[in-house]
Nanobody, 127 residues
Framework: QLQLTESGGGLVQTGDSLRLSCAAS????????MGWFRQAPGKEREWVAS????????LYTEAVQGRFTVSRDNVKNVVYLQMNNLKPEDAATYFC????????????????????WGQGTQVTVSS
């Protein structure tokens, strides 16, 4: 099973940018769909973005479309989430997620299809 460790969170102002990183250990990283979820206090965990194992195809929730970009480096075993033009409503704990075996990237928008989670990194956006 993959071990995932996020980093890059922090406190920023509205309109700023952040890049989150997720370092993975495990032999299956290169063949796994990867994704990002977020959870704000008092709310359910929601899907943000996912990317296929090759890094060629990605999907985004509508709220971040055009502002966030997910990418991966299968040599370094890292997944990134570039977040631009951050808004207060983007504030949350962000979790890196790996799909279950045979989970396609377009299926990694459900918590039930996640095979491994990172511990989360907090993003705070001040207005």
């Amino acid at each position: 099973q993959l071990q995932l460790t996020e980093s890059g969170g922090g406190l920023v102002q509205t309109g700023d940018s952040l890049r989150l990183s997720c370092a993975a250990s495990g032999r299956t990283f290169g063949s796994s769909a990867m994704g990002w979820f977020r959870q704000a206090p008092g709310k359910e965990r929601e899907w943000v973005a996912s990317i296929d194992w090759m890094g060629r195809n990605a999907l985004y929730t509508e709220a971040v479309q055009g502002r966030f970009t997910v990418s991966r480096d299968n040599v370094k075993n890292v997944v990134y989430l570039q977040m631009n033009n951050l808004k207060p409503e983007d504030a949350a704990t962000y979790f890196c997620a790996a799909g279950n075996r045979h989970t396609a990237y377009f299926q990694l928008n459900k918590v039930s299809n996640v095979g491994a989670w990172g511990q989360g990194t907090q993003v705070t956006v001040s207005s």
